[in-house]
Nanobody, 124 residues
Framework: QVQLVESGGGLVQAGGSLRLSCAAS????????VGWFRQAPGKEREFVAG????????RYADSVKGRFGISRDNAKSTVSLQMNSLKPEDTAVYYC?????????????????WGQGTQVTVSS
């Protein structure tokens, strides 16, 4: 079992930055790949970024490449998402999710554990 709690969301102007954190508990976290997903009103949940259990591999959606960075600290059981150059279209509820997997998965339904989400709003 893994429990996940996101924090760091808020309201920011276009071009600004936010850093989201995902705090985990559970003994399998260090062997889990972690993904960040987002869901805007009326839209499906979409993959944003993912990181392997070791932190050596990362993966990003094309829409955030070059602007977002994902990292993890297994000693502290945390995963962070640094979001720079934010755009109004980045507005959504952001979720972190975990799954015991060697590879980074981009399909939401394949993840076993989810946080409650944190709202990110980017004003123009």
């Amino acid at each position: 079992q893994v429990q996940l709690v996101e924090s760091g969301g808020g309201l920011v102007q276009a071009g600004g930055s936010l850093r989201l954190s995902c705090a985990a508990s559970g003994r399998t976290f260090s062997s889990s790949a972690v993904g960040w997903f987002r869901q805007a009103p009326g839209k499906e949940r979409e993959f944003v970024a993912g990181i392997s259990w070791s932190g050596r591999s990362t993966r990003y959606a094309d829409s955030v490449k070059g602007r977002f960075g994902i990292s993890r600290d297994n000693a502290k059981s945390t995963v962070s998402l640094q979001m720079n150059s934010l755009k109004p279209e980045d507005t959504a509820v952001y979720y972190c999710a975990a799954v015991e997997s060697i590879v980074i998965l981009t399909t939401a339904t394949l993840y076993d554990y989810w946080g409650q989400g944190t709202q990110v709003t980017v004003s123009s």
